[in-house]
């Protein structure tokens, strides 16, 4: 089974902690742009525990948004499987991956991506919308996580009227929604400031505490000091895998 | 040691056990007020592709009631001369016409028309003629004192109301025995009456035509459509209204020959009938029986001095070209609602195009293909009903206000606001189809790209 030698190669198991969530084997990507091939990833193998707090790093074009958008089955890798909650994301039909990025997997984008005709309390409850829950539930779940992340005054406003890193915290609150599996963040500092992106970051470092599993993509080391687990791509490869003290 | 976290998928929406309110009812008010707000959004662009269709739907109802209303008319005008009735004229031929105007010498009489021996080889040789009332009509000076007027002095037999459908609204028309008698009784049409006594009640009064009074026994009605036959045979020369008197007193009181100045001097003609309604017993006949009198009156006349008129054939024919007016009238509101359905999917285009990102993070969010080709379809299902229903209330106002203004008849049939509004619809979902599908096609990594 892939896995399980994905399992093996992979020595950064948290202590205390034997639950795998997700798991690539030997994951490739090529894009063709007309005859001309480009393989982005070589043949990755990552395993993801319960719990981890993981930051993806490299220069640009080492294929990290690449596996981001592997993780978050937006996009199906060339050879290699995808396992998340040990389901064989290859296997499944498109309205099944709609599923799972709803239910099991959590985004936050460098740029928010909130939709600007909702409100804080729509937004936040669009993931729960489209998993089929009530009316009345998704608006008690939206207010709780607005609660969480500290906007429970600003609920009824559009994004258009917030700060970026209460934007970010709205779109951290979307991503929980469906309490995920793996919570995605792509450069989710990126666009802020410093203090706001310190505030974020330490609703990551929260979150983590409450043993949510994260991965961040991210240029900043500032960032990346705070993960527990650090994982360093160059050029389509793994080049380096490292779980930080205790 | 590598147990998994999860062994399954998640259960799909549809399974979710929705507390107090159903899943579907939000959906559809969620999914609704989305389109709504994006409609709004772009209120001018919206408004424009609406009008589209509010134009398409309102010509089509406003077309159809009007032409509609044209054919009644049409079609009620023929009705009043009878379903069952032939109209036989004379009408003066034309090369008679000219020989008469070349020649020299003293005014020769043109004799020419219906004879009361073509009415009775008719009444005696077709079967199927249930009747026929023959008139001679006359133009003379009605006087009542002061008052004067020219007019129709139509000599006729007694059942000419019935023949003509054509009622009396005060006392009686003459009798059976006064036709007999060549007795001086008039009926005055409501025109006549109306000019010859403004104030006082005409009945029992007296009128003076030439040298001679008539007691005035009856008064018909208004002649509104009844008057038209009248009209077609020779509108030029037609007077303004009508007065009845028995045919034997009009032969023994103006004789059959009518003298008028001309301006090359003076005419004379020799008619002996003007016109004769021939009553046909059964309808499917009419036009059958027609065609013989045509026969008839051929062998009878050396040139055509006649015209023969059935109503019922002219109802057909005005049906005919009703369709026809339909039809086209029909066609071009349908191409103005196909380029209303066009401009839906254009702006429909637009709006996917320019929300390509939001569709990213609906699908990053969870949404399937199926949930982005709803949003989109209710959006284009929304513009074309709204503008369906102003589409409907203008389509039944205009006709209205085209009526009180330009007193044309037109009916609006519940049919044409719900077929209207039903193809409105439907041109919402045929034209979203298209842009709705491009949206949920689309790959969500680019999607998300997108700017």
């Not at chain 2, 589409?391 to 206000?401: K, N, W």
């Not at chain 2, 077929?419 to 689309?442: C, E, H, K, N, T």
Request: with cysteine.
């Amino acid at each position: 089974m892939p896995a399980l030698q994905a399992s093996k190669q992979n020595a950064t198991r948290p202590p205390g902690q034997n639950l795998r969530v997700a798991s690539v084997a030997d994951v490739s990507k090529t894009y063709y742009m007309g005859s001309l091939a480009v393989e982005v990833l070589h043949g990755i193998s990552l395993d993801f525990y319960g719990g981890d707090y993981i930051s993806i790093m490299g220069p640009s074009g080492c294929g990290k948004s690449t596996l981001m958008n592997i993780l978050g089955c937006l996009d199906r890798p060339t050879t290699g499987t995808y396992y998340l909650g040990g389901e064989d994301t290859s296997q499944l039909k498109d309205d099944e991956l709609s599923l799972i990025r709803g239910a099991r997997l959590g985004f936050i984008f460098q740029s928010y991506n909130l939709i600007q005709q909702l409100d804080v309390l729509e937004n936040i409850e669009m993931p729960l919308f489209y998993q089929g829950f009530s009316q009345a539930y998704s608006h008690r779940a939206a207010y709780q996580l607005a609660e969480r992340v500290g906007l429970a005054d600003r609920i009824h406003h559009k994004p258009f009227e917030l700060s970026g890193g209460q934007q970010q915290r709205v779109a951290i609150a979307r991503a929980l929604a469906m309490d995920p599996l793996i919570i995605l963040a792509d450069e989710p500092t990126g666009n802020l400031d410093s203090r706001s992106g310190m505030e974020i970051l330490d609703l990551f470092d929260e979150l983590h505490k409450a043993g949510k599993t994260l991965i961040l993509v991210t240029h900043s080391d500032e960032l990346a000091e705070r993960t527990s687990r650090r994982i360093r791509l160059l050029d389509g490869r793994v080049e380096q895998d490292e779980r930080m003290g205790v | 040691m590598n147990e998994w976290v999860f062994d399954s998928l998640p259960p799909a929406p549809e399974s979710r056990q929705g507390e107090r309110q159903s899943r579907f009812g939000w959906r559809v008010s969620q999914i609704t007020r989305l389109g709504v707000k994006s409609i709004f959004s772009h209120g001018l662009r919206s408004m424009l592709t609406v009008l589209g269709i509010v134009i398409g739907v309102a010509a089509v109802i406003a077309m159809l009631a009007v032409s509609e209303g044209a054919s009644f008319e049409a079609q009620q005008q023929f009705r009043d001369l009878g379903a069952n009735n032939i109209l036989v004229k004379s009408v003066k031929p034309a090369e008679v016409e000219e020989t008469s105007r070349l020649g020299f010498g003293p005014p020769q009489a043109i004799v020419y028309g219906l004879t009361h021996a073509d009415i009775q080889t008719i009444r005696d040789t077709i079967p199927g003629v249930s009747n026929v009332v023959s008139s001679r009509i006359v133009k003379k000076n009605v006087w009542n004192l002061g008052h004067s007027m020219n007019a129709d002095v139509v000599g006729t037999a007694v059942d000419y109301p019935v023949s003509r459908n054509y009622d009396l609204r005060d006392g009686r028309f003459f009798s059976d025995s006064e036709m007999r008698d060549h007795d001086n009784v008039v009926v005055l049409s409501q025109e006549a009456a109306d000019v010859l006594f403004p104030i006082e009640n005409p009945l029992g009064q007296s009128v003076r035509i030439d040298s001679d009074y008539y007691d005035v026994v009856g008064i018909m009605e208004s002649e509104g459509f009844s008057n038209l036959g009248q009209n077609q045979a020779g509108a030029s020369n037609s007077a303004p209204a009508r007065v009845f008197i028995p045919l034997t007193s009009s032969r023994s009181r103006f004789g059959e020959t009518t003298t008028r100045q001309t301006a090359g001097g003076v005419e004379s003609e020799t008619v002996e009938l003007h016109e004769a309604v021939i009553q046909v017993e059964d309808q499917e006949s009419v036009i059958a029986i027609g065609e013989v009198i045509d026969q008839i009156l051929q062998r009878r006349h050396r040139d055509v001095d006649y015209t023969i008129e059935i109503p019922l054939a002219l109802l057909r024919q005005a049906e005919e070209s009703a369709l026809r007016d339909q039809i086209v009238a029909g066609a071009i509101a349908g191409i103005s609602l196909l380029v209303g359905g066009i401009g839906i999917m254009n702006i429909m285009l637009a709006s996917v195009t320019e929300r390509t990102r939001e569709i990213g993070i609906r699908r990053a969010l969870g949404a399937r293909k199926a949930d982005i080709v709803t949003q989109f379809l209710v959006e284009a299902v929304i513009l074309s009903a709204v503008g369906g229903l102003i589409g409907v209330v203008l389509g039944i106002t205009i006709p209205f206000f085209i009526s009180t203004f330009w007193g044309m008849t037109t009916i609006v049939t519940p049919v044409a606001p719900i077929l209207a509004f039903s193809i409105s619809a439907m041109i919402g979902v045929i034209f979203g189809i298209y842009p709705s599908m491009r949206a949920a096609d689309m790959d969500p990594v680019e999607a998300l790209r997108h700017e």
